[in-house]
């Protein structure tokens, strides 16, 4: 099979870094235009006045996402060069003197590498930096006796013998797979750019590659890290972070890093190996009430899945943990900002798992462009949201009609429609009642609720008008306003709120399970796969009208996700469920060739096929949790090392295999006492 060198988007369709650009001074990120969006030109960022700026960046928008073909024809230095000629288009009139110039990198100190007769230096001809700064760079490591020949992939090829120390850099040009490993016995390969890099190792061929601060690329796509500690996070001198935080001699800390193919991010073999050997259990789980199912599957025509090898094609690998519900006690974990599942404690041991989707810092800076209103919260719950303290159950307003799953004080752990029959709300400081019906409508007053549906319309027009989000009074103002997709406007012809002071919100449940004052936590926003028994999702049909039900389709809601819900996307995903005895989690790896991820479909599918393969009850419920890279299942106990049962897909804040930091968690707390 041939591949691009470098190479074309369009032999990324299917992966995680389609549609996005990290070269020279830009990183550019539209794989999920618009929900996080990244648009960053170092260059144009560092001197242009913010309405120019403003105007260039809408520019690289449009250009970038009015033809999402623009991105299969081109490669990742190719669409770097476009940027650049259309930068000094769009701006020359004004900044004639750079608008062209490129992003100049710092020349670190290298570690000596191992020796080697020829070194294949392949430069990035895109980048600003001169052709004797980056033969300097790139050849620095090895020792002075070693042979150093420079230019492009096809050049190399073209010569018998390695001659020339430098040859006539040409454009680039594509080259096949047996090209590539004809190059590399030619000598060691070394590329100032990661993009070269991949393709080598698609081929399983060792390759050096520079790592500058754009660490996320390198940890991400190539699943290594410049920090040979393994920080879990992403080190602070990435794009994503503070630039230079913790600034070096030269500006940024780098590295070479000689890539192997076992660390070939289209391979996965690293995390086959560790999902596949996965016997080594920790062993204080041997005392505990838990089974652990594990493997690839592989789905058949009738629908059923079946257990197979890895090597199978679009087989996926599945963890699926169970535990007796009276074992255990279900509890989410909410921080304040971020952390990691392994930063819990877990006196007796446990399961965590991904929550709910929140509201991100990611979002809140792209709806900036909507409301310039500054919002109180970096990262907070989307719909509602109840937690029992003391006697005292403390709720939000729910948004949409999105499931709840809940906790009783029976030890029980529930899931059901988010269907609702009357609100009730009571101001802050004038302790003022209203009662809403289904129609927003309360009965003793004017006053009206409007929920989030379409961002663009206008509420309340000659009213004053609040803006509620969760129990915070946001605003006050006269209307007409906006409903953000995360809160609710009340408006009324007399001022009955205060801006920043709280409310209190009751709400009655149509099919609640449980009685109200047993419930422990409830949180709306869930997606259900399925419910008293029926697979919700069985088809992509079933699963539109199940999204469409729940909200997920408002342009509102839309506002609030950072990856869209569609029937047939095949994402890393986790969900939870019960039967009639036990709590389940089920996790499933995804965003790699050999695992890719599954769709809802899938899930609901998948758990009913192991759950029956092992004569574990029939599902009551199953709800599908905060999936994509926050998908995680792991084991711990304090004092013990934990385990993760599925390997996490990397993300702008995490390398493959570790945990992303998120807002909150959702955990299985093995009982100190089993009889407890």
Known sequence: MNRPLPCL?????????????????????????????????EVADKRLPIPSLIAWKDRIR?????????????????????????????????????????????????????????????????????????????????????KIHVGLPNEFIN??????????????????????????????????????????????VQVSACLDHREWFAASICNTSVFEAGDPRIPETSHFHPIFKQPTATGAIRMFKTLTPEQNPSCYSGVIKKLSNCAAYPSWIASKHIAIHQGFFLQHPDGTWKQVP???????????????????????????????????????????????????????????????????????????????????????????????????????????EGDWDSLSLTTGRTQTCLHFDRQGKDAGSDATIYFPNNPDTLVGAGKICATIIHDYVWAVC???????????????????????????????????????????????????????????????????????KEGWYTKASQLTQETQLTPEGLQPRSAIGGTSDDIFILSIAGRFPES??????????????????????????????????????????????PCLLTQPSPSLSNSAGQPRRVPALLTVQFKEDIQQ
């Open 478 to 548: 006269e209307g007409p306003v906006k409903v953000p997709p995360f809160g609710v406007v009340v408006a009324s012809a007399a001022s009955l709120f205060e801006k920043e002071s709280s409310v209190t919100w009751s709400v009655h449940w149509k099919s609640l399970p449980v009685p109200k004052e047993t419930v422990v936590w409830l949180a709306g926003g869930f997606n259900a796969l399925i419910l008293d028994g029926e697979n919700q999702v069985a088809t992509d049909m079933d699963t539109t009208n199940r999204l469409r």
């Open 310 to 416: 890895h090597t199978q094609a679009h087989a996926v690998h599945v963890s699926l943990a169970t535990v007796q519900s009276t074992a255990v006690t279900v509890e989410p974990k909410f921080f304040r900002g971020k952390a990691s599942p392994l930063e819990v404690s877990y006196p007796h041991g446990g399961l965590f798992t991904s929550f709910n989707y929140y509201f991100t810092e990611n979002l809140k800076a792209w709806y900036a462009h909507y409301d310039d209103r500054p919002l109180p919260w970096d990262d907070f719950s989307l719909d509602y949201l109840a937690v029992r303290h003391e006697d005292l159950l403390l709720e939000s307003v729910p948004l949409y009609q999105k499931a709840l799953l809940g906790y009783s004080q029976n030890g029980e752990l529930f899931a059901c």
């Open 159 to 204: 010569q018998s013998e390695l001659s020339d120390p430098i040859l006539f850099l040409d454009a680039p040009h594509e080259i096949s797979s047996d090209q590539i490993h004809a190059l590399a016995l030619k000598g060691h390969v070394v590329c100032a750019d990661v993009w070269y890099a991949l393709a080598f190792l698609q081929e399983n």
């Open 596 to 641: 890719e991820g599954a769709t809802f479909s899938h899930v609901a599918s998948l758990a009913q096929s192991i759950m029956s393969m092992h004569q574990a009850g029939t599902i009551e419920f199953l709800v599908n949790l905060d999936g994509g890279a926050s998908s995680v299942l792991g084991l711990a106990k304090d004092g013990e090392k």
């Open 9 to 41: 988007y369009s032999h990324y369709s299917k992966t995680r870094w389609y549609r996005r650009l990290v070269a020279g001074e830009f990183i550019i990120q539209f794989d999920q235009y618009p929900e996080r969006e990244v648009i960053i030109d």
């Open 62 to 146: 449009e250009l970038c996402t009015q033809d999402a073909s623009v991105w299969n024809t081109y490669s990742p230095g190719s669409l770097l060069a476009l940027l650049r000629r259309e930068r000094k288009k769009f701006l020359q009139n004004s900044f004639p003197a750079w608008a062209e110039s490129g992003f100049n990198h710092a020349i670190p100190a290298w570690n000596p590498m191992e020796s080697t007769e020829h070194l294949l230096i392949i430069p990035d001809v895109y980048d600003a930096a001169p052709l004797d700064v980056q033969i300097q760079l790139l050849r620095s490591p090895w020792g002075e006796d070693t």
